[in-house]
Each structure stands twice: as C-alpha cells, then as structure tokens.
C-alpha cells in the first residue's frame, strides 16, 4: 500500500511520584504496537511539568504551557501531587489547567474486572461489571462559586453553588448516548438526585429525556445517586453506560474502581469531544510516593488509558489489541503486588509488549 504512516504527536507528562515509572511503561507498549500493519508512529516530546518544577521555580508549569501543546494530536499524563505540596496546588497548578484551557467536559472511565483480578464483590467476575462512567468534568458543583459569611461566628454561613447551564447538560448528555448507542447492550443510566434538588437536578432529568429521543436504540432509566451505590454493588449486571454530575460521578467511579479490583487498573480520559484541543488520557491512581522508585507500580491502569488514547486518535485495531495482550497478561498471573503476584512493572510491561508482537 502507499497510505503514508499515520503519525500522531503525543505530548506527554510525566510529572510525580509513579507517574514516569508508569508512563515509560505505557510509552514501551504504545512503541511495541506503532507500526505494525503499516499502521502508525508516535512521535512523543516529554514535558517535565511537575512537582520538582515547582520546587525549583515556582510554577509546576510555564505560563504558556498551554500553548506550548494546544497544537497535539493528545496528552499523556502520569501522576501530580507530592507530599510536601499541597494538594490544591498541585491540582490547581497542572491537572485543572489543561482540563479546563482544554474545555475536556467529558471524563470517560471504562471499569471492567480484568481477567485474572479479584472483585470484593463475591461471586462477580469478568463479564460481570463492564461499565463506562461519563462525568460531567466542567461545570456542576465544583464551579467553585460560592463563600462564607461571618467566618468563625456562630452565625457563619457557607455557599457552595453548583452551577448546571443548558449547554453543559446537553452536551455531556449526547455524549454520554452516544458510547450507550455503540456498545452491544445499548443502555445508558442518567444518575441525578432530582427528588431532593429540585432545579439543577430536575433540569438533568429533562435534557436527558429531550436528547433521549434522538438515539431511539438505546434503552436509558434514571437513578438517584444514594439507589444507585445500592444497585452498582448489588446488581452489577443489570448496568452499562453511566452518565452523572462532576460530584456524584467522582464518587461512583472511585466505587466502580474498588469494586473492579484495584486503584492501580482505572484509567481515564478528559476528552474535548469536539477535538478543538487535545485531550488527555491519565491513570486515575495518584502519585502513590509509598511505593515510588521500588519498580512494583502497577501499569495496567496506563496501559489502559494508552489505548483510550489510541481508540480516540483513531487507532481503534491497535486499541483493542493492546488491551487483549493486557487481558492476556493478567490471566496468566503476571500481577504486581497491588492485586495480589509478585511482579514487578518491568516484568508486565515485558509481558504485555512480548503479547503484543507475539499476535498475528
Ligand atoms: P495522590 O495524593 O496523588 O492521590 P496518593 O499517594 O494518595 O496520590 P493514590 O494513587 O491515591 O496515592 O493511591 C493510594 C494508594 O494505592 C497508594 O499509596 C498505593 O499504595 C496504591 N496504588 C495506587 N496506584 C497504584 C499503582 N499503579 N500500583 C500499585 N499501587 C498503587
Ligand atoms: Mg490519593
């Protein structure tokens, strides 16, 4: 063939703690799968954004760091927060920049169990619990509008204002149907708590009937957030796609990760739908200092977030293969300590790319 190789630019950050041990790993995989079927190439430029950066400067990144990677094809990010910094500046200095300059609305977080892992959950295994979870990332109750009013008093009083705009409904609805409409069971579940607030709230359940009409396929119910953690543990089979607040989301998924294994598998993309500006594809685990520099961080989590990446760049063949030569690893038992084996992240990463070039 004379179709020129695709060539993808990948900024990626590293940044704290396991964050470049994971993220090596997960750049080993992504080589071990470019350019094969005269498929693609990445070409990847690392930024050293991160906590020592703000040790020695000041700033976790350069002011026109944004503009330093607008023009990538998407982000792959480790892990920020250390434990000598705060954790707002940290969050504040890096992780909500690019989300926000990026308006990435939409955070994605595939949760299945993986071959080979353990659920807390008796008798649940893979096949089980598959879900997609879609946050609303941009607006809702971390607006961070509000304030407090005779601080310290008795009668002090506190606000803290969720904000839910028509627009930002919306669009993270038709986004949340549209992987609903694309995977085999055609089911989405719109999570509100529209029985206690009244308005907001209300306004979600509305927007999702409205757009709702559009994708006829898919069967979509309504749950209230406290009946939903009951129905995630008790009947893990009976949901699919999953769409919730910027809070209630952030909840469920860190439920959805326990349930699934392990902290150190959940991936999780912050995606601007619209690809206006790249999105960033990251591990949901932190930079997890306790078990820094000792070569057992678990890298199935970015593996996983590799190939969001690549399914979002396109690359939906090399996406699927990485996470089979990862199913493939996993039961065989090639675990890190995290879910229960004794190996190191070498050793899986070695696996996973050996189950990559070993496929035909
Ligand atoms: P942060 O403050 O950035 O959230 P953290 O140090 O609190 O980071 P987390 O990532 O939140 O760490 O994870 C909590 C614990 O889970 C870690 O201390 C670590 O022991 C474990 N853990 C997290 N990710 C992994 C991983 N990829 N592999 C193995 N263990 C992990
Ligand atoms: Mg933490």
Same mark, same amino acid.
């Given at each position: 063939?004379? /179709?020129?190789?695709?060539? #993808? ?24 799968l ?19 950066? #703000? ?5 976790? %990144? ?6 330093q ?35 990435q609305?939409? /955070? ?33 109750? #971390? ?31 038709? #986004?949340a ?17 529209? !029985?206690a607030?009244?308005?907001? %709230?209300? %306004? ?41 607040? !910027? ?22 993309? !912050?995606?601007?739908p ?7 594809f ?15 961080a !678990?890298p ?22 990485? %996470?089979r ?6 039961a065989?038992?090639?675990?890190t ?24």
């Amino acid at each position: 063939g004379s /179709n020129p190789l695709r060539t #993808y630019k990948i900024a990626s950050i590293p940044a704290d703690g396991i964050g470049p041990e994971v993220i090596a790993a997960g750049l080993q995989a992504l080589e071990a799968l470019a350019r094969r079927d005269g498929g693609f190439e990445l070409d990847v430029t690392e930024f050293d954004w991160s906590s020592e950066r #703000y040790r020695k400067t000041g700033a976790l %990144m350069p002011e026109d760091g944004r503009d330093q990677i607008k023009d990538f094809d998407a982000i792959f990010f480790g892990a920020v927060g250390a434990p000598d910094i705060p954790d707002h500046v940290t969050l504040w200095g890096l992780r909500l920049p690019l989300c926000q300059g990026f308006d990435q609305y939409a /955070n994605v977080r595939p949760t299945k169990i993986l071959p080979g892992i353990t659920s807390p959950l008796a008798g649940v295994g893979p096949g089980d619990l598959d879900w997609v979870i879609v946050r609303e990332n941009s607006e809702g109750e #971390y607006s961070g509008i509000g304030g407090r009013a005779h601080r310290g008093l008795p009668e002090e009083v506190a606000t803290e204002v969720s904000i839910f705009t028509r627009v930002g409904v919306e669009r993270i609805m038709r #986004y949340a149907f549209k992987p609903a409409q694309s995977r085999p069971r055609k089911l989405l579940t719109v999570v509100t708590k529209s !029985n206690a607030q009244r308005h907001g %709230m209300v %306004m979600w359940d509305e927007i999702a009937a409205e757009v709702g009409k559009d994708f006829p396929d898919v069967t979509w119910d309504k749950m209230l957030v406290d009946a939903m953690t009951v129905r995630m543990v008790k009947s893990p089979r009976s949901l699919d796609t999953i769409v919730a607040t !910027n809070l209630h989301a952030d909840i469920l998924s860190d439920l959805a990760g326990a349930l699934a294994g392990s902290l150190g598998v959940a991936p999780t993309g !912050n995606i601007d739908p619209e690809r206006r500006y790249p999105s960033m594809f990251e591990p949901i685990h932190g930079s997890a200092f306790d078990i820094t520099g000792k070569g057992i961080a !678990n890298p199935v989590a970015t593996f996983w977030t590799a190939s969001q990446m690549l399914e979002h760049l396109g690359e939906a063949d090399a996406a699927r293969r990485l %996470m089979r030569a990862v199913e493939k690893v996993c039961a065989d038992g090639i675990l890190t300590p995290d879910v229960g084996g004794d190996a190191t992240t070498r050793q899986v990463t070695d696996a996973v790319c050996e189950a990559i070039r070993g496929e035909n």
